[in-house]
């Protein structure tokens, strides 16, 4: 899978983003994803997640990570429908992280900087599959499928 990374903070360490590469590329393969998907994560502050948040969500705070998928329809969108021949790379969307957020969400849980930012790419990552936590059973489908992806990768609580 092919991943854009943007470090936004400029904090964010080569180490760290191989870290999550890392993950996000077992997430892929776990989910037997074909190997020219394209996707991309930005690292960012508070500050510039909450205005994202307030902008796209209508909620005026910080948040740990969003997510939009380029595969989900929008109402009164049509979808885009090509042929075999024009078969061009799957791009899932976008994942933000604001790694503040993240540093903050560790701290609280009482698990190490690494596993949160982690977890919450796994977490974007599953949201531009087309997974959800909107009801009850898909939170079940989802924080199921979370758990096992980080826990085979490695990264428990």
Do not use: C, W
């Amino acid at each position: 899978m092919d991943i854009t990374f943007i470090d936004e903070t400029e904090q964010v360490s080569n180490e760290k983003i191989q870290e999550i590469d890392g993950v996000l590329q077992f997430a892929a393969d776990y989910l037997k994803l074909p190997e020219d998907t394209e996707m991309s994560v930005t690292f960012m502050d508070n500050a510039a997640i909450q205005i994202i948040n307030r902008d796209y969500r209508g909620k005026d705070a910080p948040t740990d990570v969003i997510s939009f998928a380029l595969e989900e329809e929008g109402e009164d969108e049509i979808p885009i429908i090509m042929d075999e021949e024009d078969k061009m790379p799957r791009n899932l969307g976008d994942i933000m992280i604001s790694t503040e957020r993240a540093q903050e969400q560790a701290e609280e849980y009482g698990h190490s900087f690494d596993r949160e930012l982690g977890f919450l790419a796994v977490h974007g990552f599953l949201h531009i599959n087309g997974y959800d936590h909107m009801t009850t059973e898909d939170e079940k489908e989802m924080f199921g499928l979370q758990k096992e992806i980080l826990d085979a990768y490695g990264l428990k609580r």
